[in-house]
Structures are given as C-alpha cells and as structure tokens.
C-alpha cells in the first residue's frame, strides 16, 4: 500500500490529469498540489484531520504534503483528479511556487457562474489531456492557465516569503522522513520517542510538529493509518475480525470496532457485509480504487455537462 505518493508526469510536465473511482484511499500525502472535481457519488475526504462531506459536482483543493483520506460509505466515489506541480509556468506567475489554498472547498467561494465555468474548463482540459490530438499540449496549458486563473482570483490565497518558503521546505523533508517511518511500522508497536531520536529533535518538539503539519496528533494519524489496513484486510472474509484487527496494528479488536463507528457509522462485521454485497454486484464499484483507462475515461467525459453535474 503506497503511502507516500510519488506523482508521476509523463505526459506533460508540471501536470497530471486522470479518472478515479475511490471506495477508500487510506491517509497519504504527495508533492504535488491536487484538484479533485466529484463526478459521481458522495463520501467524505479527511484533511489535517478536518472531515469534508463531498457531494457531486463539489471540488476541492489540497496542497503539496498535505496528509488526506477519501472515504466512501457505499459505492465508491468517481472523481477527475488533477495533480500539478507549483513549478508549473513558475517563470511567468512566480505567486504559484509559494501559494497555500488555506480552504479546501472550492464552490463556496466561486459566484455560480463562475463555478460552472470553472467546472467546464475542468471537463474540457479533461478530455484534451486524454484525447492527445495535434497540439494538444499547447491547449491543456492554456486551459489549465484559465482554471489557475480563477483559482487565484476567488479563492483564497497565501503567499509565502521566500525565508517561510525555505523553512516550509526543510519541513517538508522531515515530514517525508516521518511519514515514511510511521508507514513502515504502524501496525506493530511504534513510539514516538524512536522517531524523535531519529530525528535528534525532543518527544515534545516532534508531538507538536507532527499535530501542526499532519494536521492531528501522532496517536490519531496512527488511527487512521490502522483504519486504512483494515478496510483492505477486511474484504477478505476469510481473516477473523480478530485478526484483522491485530494484522492493522489495533491492539484489541475493540478498538478497531470504534474507529469503523466513528467514520463509517458502522461495526466492522456490518462494513464487510456491505462490501461483499458491492462486491457481488459490481466489481469495479466495490474496489477500493479503481483508475479508469484512457477509453473508459472519456466515455464517462463524454456524457458529462457541467449543467448536469450543477443542477
């Protein structure tokens, strides 16, 4: 399970454009800022331990390395996802290597109008992008420009200075080297005080930077992470709950059972039962995440309005 993402472009540089259907992404981070526009479905995305009812037609930004969870309680969740790089057009609009989007729900800061065009350019550089037509990069960057553009005019927007950007870049690399060591072992016993000893910093140093940059505290992101292992063992209805549990690093079967109630408002025996029913159903909807091909991705575009995703 990867948990640290690393964000390939290997189409255009700076930029990647693709369709997800997501039943669960457990909590993970990536260099990259993300654009995510729902298509289909509802659930729930968590950011530095904030939760964010998503319904179609909602989009929403997350910045570089911020910690994130997608959660669906039923059918998964169909999204476009974009992923750019704060180095994109850099040496035209310096603004965008040092921005941090402090609010990740876009729509409520767009005038209708101006959402639904933004929702447009969203579809439209969508389909350029997967098409690959003559000079089709040429048109991805101008229509990624117009939705930038608007980014930065309705919503809101901090700058960096260039010495906040360089501190923000040394805690980017502690952040990489926490998250990589949490990920290594949180379903076995891990204490905060080995990870502080790695770093050479104080247990209380560390408590403090990870709550201010992973947005919850070490116990929590432990949860969460614990959370994301037992939704993928539990599809498997061969493993007791039991062992599921202890498989995702839970030390009692009853803490487990919490964590499923308080995001999923279910036991976990309930949780897998729905599954296994998806499962019977639709394959493809039950997965946990399911990245649509080149082909499958414009038949779902090609029947796709803004008008309808709106209304």
Same mark, same amino acid.
């Given at each position: 399970? $990867?948990?640290?993402?690393?964000?390939?472009? *290997?189409?255009?540089?700076?930029?990647? $454009?693709?369709?997800? !259907?997501?039943?669960?992404?457990?909590?993970?981070?990536?260099?990259?800022?993300?654009?995510?526009?729902?298509?289909?479905?509802?659930? %729930?995305?968590?950011?530095?331990?904030?939760?964010?009812?998503?319904?179609?037609?909602?989009?929403?930004?997350?910045?570089?390395?911020?910690?994130?969870?997608?959660?669906?309680?039923?059918?998964?969740?169909?999204?476009?996802?974009? /992923?750019?790089?704060?180095?994109?057009?850099?040496?035209?609009?310096?603004?965008?290597?040092?921005?941090?989007? +402090?609010? +990740?729900?876009?729509?409520?800061?767009? +005038?209708?109008?101006?959402?639904?065009?933004?929702?447009?350019?969203?579809?439209?550089?969508? @389909?350029?992008?997967?098409?690959?037509?003559?000079?089709?990069?040429?048109?991805? =960057?101008?229509?990624?420009?117009?939705?930038?553009? !608007?980014?930065?005019?309705?919503?809101?927007?901090? &700058?960096?200075?260039?010495?906040?950007?360089?501190?923000?870049?040394?805690?980017?690399?502690?952040?990489?080297?926490?998250?990589? @060591?949490?990920?290594?072992?949180?379903?076995? @016993?891990?204490?905060? #005080?080995?990870?502080?000893?790695?770093?050479?910093?104080? =247990?209380?140093?560390? *408590?403090?930077?990870?709550?201010?940059?992973?947005?919850?505290?070490? /116990?929590?992101?432990?949860?969460?992470?614990?959370?994301?292992?037992?939704?993928?063992?539990?599809?498997?209805?061969?493993?007791?709950? !039991?062992?599921?549990?202890?498989? !995702?690093?839970?030390?009692?079967?009853?803490?487990?059972?919490?964590?499923?109630?308080? $995001?999923?408002?279910?036991?976990?025996?309930?949780?897998? @039962?729905?599954?296994? %029913?998806?499962?019977?159903?639709?394959?493809?909807?039950?997965?946990?995440?399911?990245?649509?091909?080149? &082909?499958? #991705?414009?038949?779902?575009?090609?029947?796709?309005?803004?008008?309808?995703?709106?209304?």
């Amino acid at each position: 399970m $990867v948990e640290y993402e690393v964000v390939s472009h *290997s189409k255009i540089k700076d930029i990647n $454009v693709f369709l997800n !259907s997501i039943r669960m992404r457990s909590l993970h981070m990536h260099h990259d800022m993300e654009l995510l526009l729902v298509i289909e479905g509802e659930g %729930q995305i968590l950011i530095k331990n904030k939760r964010y009812r998503v319904f179609q037609g909602d989009s929403i930004l997350i910045n570089a390395y911020e910690s994130h969870e997608i959660l669906s309680k039923g059918e998964s969740i169909t999204f476009i996802i974009i /992923q750019f790089s704060n180095h994109f057009l850099r040496d035209y609009f310096y603004a965008i290597r040092n921005a941090v989007f +402090p609010d +990740p729900m876009i729509r409520e800061h767009f +005038p209708e109008d101006k959402y639904c065009e933004l929702v447009e350019n969203i579809l439209s550089l969508s @389909q350029i992008y997967l098409k690959e037509k003559e000079l089709y990069e040429l048109e991805v =960057v101008n229509v990624f420009s117009k939705i930038l553009h !608007s980014l930065f005019t309705y919503m809101n927007v901090e &700058e960096l200075s260039e010495s906040e950007y360089s501190k923000r870049k040394k805690v980017n690399r502690r952040i990489d080297r926490i998250a990589a @060591q949490i990920d290594a072992a949180y379903t076995e @016993q891990i204490r905060l #005080a080995d990870i502080a000893e790695s770093e050479g910093i104080t =247990v209380t140093h560390l *408590s403090h930077f990870i709550h201010d940059n992973f947005g919850m505290s070490f /116990q929590e992101y432990l949860k969460e992470k614990r959370l994301g292992a037992a939704v993928r063992l539990i599809a498997d209805p061969s493993v007791t709950l !039991s062992d599921v549990a202890s498989d !995702s690093g839970f030390s009692e079967l009853k803490y487990m059972t919490a964590a499923f109630k308080e $995001v999923f408002d279910l036991t976990p025996q309930q949780y897998r @039962q729905m599954g296994l %029913q998806l499962s019977t159903e639709n394959k493809k909807a039950s997965a946990f995440e399911y990245i649509h091909s080149k &082909e499958e #991705a414009l038949s779902l575009l090609n029947d796709i309005y803004a008008s309808d995703l709106l209304s």
